[in-house]
Nanobody
Framework: QLHLVESGGGLVQPGGSLRLSCASA????????IGWFRQAPGKEREGVSC????????YYADSVKGRFTISRDNTNHTVYLHINSLKPEDTAVYYC??????????????????WGQGTQVTVSS
């Protein structure tokens, strides 16, 4: 089982930015399709961004397009989620997920085998 660790969450004012990290201590993540999901209180976990393991194509949910950017740093075994122009509705626990066999990005949480513990993002003035 892949051990993923998210970090970089916090309390930020509307309009602010954060960089979330998803790291593995054991292996490089470039062979994995990596998805970022979030779960707000009382809501279902939803996919927000993904980078696939075919050619590192990236995908975004409509609600975050233009504000979120996913990127790989294979040297440091890390996938980042850069979040700009944060809104109160972005408040959630953000999770990264990985799957070795998933060749294309999907926002179906059951398709991912490995998950991190999550990092809290709170957007409030």
């Amino acid at each position: 089982q892949l051990h993923l660790v998210e970090s970089g969450g916090g309390l930020v004012q509307p309009g602010g930015s954060l960089r979330l990290s998803c790291a593995s201590a054991e292996v490089t993540l470039d062979h994995y399709t990596i998805g970022w999901f979030r779960q707000a209180p009382g809501k279902e976990r939803e996919g927000v961004s993904c980078v696939d393991n075919t050619d590192s194509s990236t995908y975004y949910a409509d609600s975050v397009k233009g504000r979120f950017t996913i990127s790989r740093d294979n040297t440091n075994h890390t996938v980042y989620l850069h979040i700009n122009s944060l809104k109160p509705e972005d408040t959630a626990v953000y999770y990264c997920a990985a799957d070795l066999l998933l060749r294309l990005c999907v926002f179906l949480k059951d398709e991912y085998d490995d998950w991190g513990q999550g990092t809290q993002v709170t957007v409030s003035s």
